[in-house]
């Protein structure tokens, strides 16, 4: 009875805040969402996170801790997903101080694993839509899948397999809508009925895990609105 009327108070509580959290591993039914206003509902690695407002929206913002480690993100609490479809605005672009190399990278984990030694990834590079340089433009969205297929050695052994173009543009709001199943998954972005990049052979499959917001280095990122739904058994 204790238990029953604790969870009724913290669904109540969360309903308040306008969240819709289901305990980590337990399974979604319908759709859930967080409308990431601040960091509530995150576990924060290598990132500092703050509420703002980016382009007049009400958004969270990360960035890079100092010490970040190689990778960088906020893990969603949230039911942990083997096939799903998730849905976020995201916005990146160079932090302030960043190298040459910075392009404003921003996206979206899935199926990362609860000790968060491995997940899957899609992310965009802003500065590349628009550029000059075709070959550069190409390189707009990418897949990995952390740690053994980073950008670099899927690039290297499978050219533009894993990568595509999408007109983007630095600090703009994108909608991003990620579907996953089995061993597929697309991307699609700002409302396109097509996928800019298809994914037929994921590398962690079969695999079930949480959902994390990404960003690369010399970075500054936004995201608002995260809407993730589970699909199949």
């Avoid at 996170?49 to 007049?56: E, I, L, V």
């Avoid at 893990?75 to 392009?103: F, N, T, W, Y």
């Avoid at 991003?176 to 990049?197: T, Y």
């Avoid at 037929?200 to 959902?211: H, I």
Wanted: glycine residues 10%; charged residues 20%.
């Amino acid at each position: 009875m204790l238990r029953m009327v604790a969870a009724v108070a913290l669904a109540g509580a969360l309903g308040a805040a306008g969240l819709s959290i289901v305990p980590q591993g337990a399974p979604s039914k319908g759709a859930w969402r967080l409308p990431l206003s601040d960091a509530s509902g995150l576990t924060l690695h290598g990132v500092k996170a703050s509420g703002a407002t980016h382009d007049g929206k009400r958004a969270l913002q990360l960035a890079q801790a100092t010490d970040a480690p190689q990778e960088a993100y906020a893990v969603v609490s949230g039911p942990l997903l083997q096939d799903g479809r998730i849905e976020v605005d995201i916005a990146g672009r160079p932090a302030a101080g960043a190298d040459a190399g910075a392009r404003g990278f921003v996206g979206v984990a899935f199926r990362m694993k609860t000790d968060q030694s491995a997940f899957e990834c899609f992310y965009l590079r802003p500065t590349n839509g628009r550029a000059d340089d075709q070959l550069r433009r190409n390189h707009s969205t990418q897949y990995i899948s952390f740690p053994d297929f980073p950008w670099e050695r899927l690039r290297r052994e499978t050219p533009g397999v894993y990568e595509s173009y999408v007109d983007l543009e630095p600090g703009a709001w994108t909608h991003v809508r990620i579907e996953f199943r089995d061993h597929r998954a697309m991307l699609f972005v700002n409302q396109a009925p097509q996928p800019v990049l298809i994914v037929n052979d994921l590398k962690l499959t079969p695999a079930t895990g949480a959902v994390a917001l990404w960003l690369g280095p010399g970075t500054e990122a936004w995201f608002r609105d995260l809407v993730v739904t589970s699909v199949g058994s």
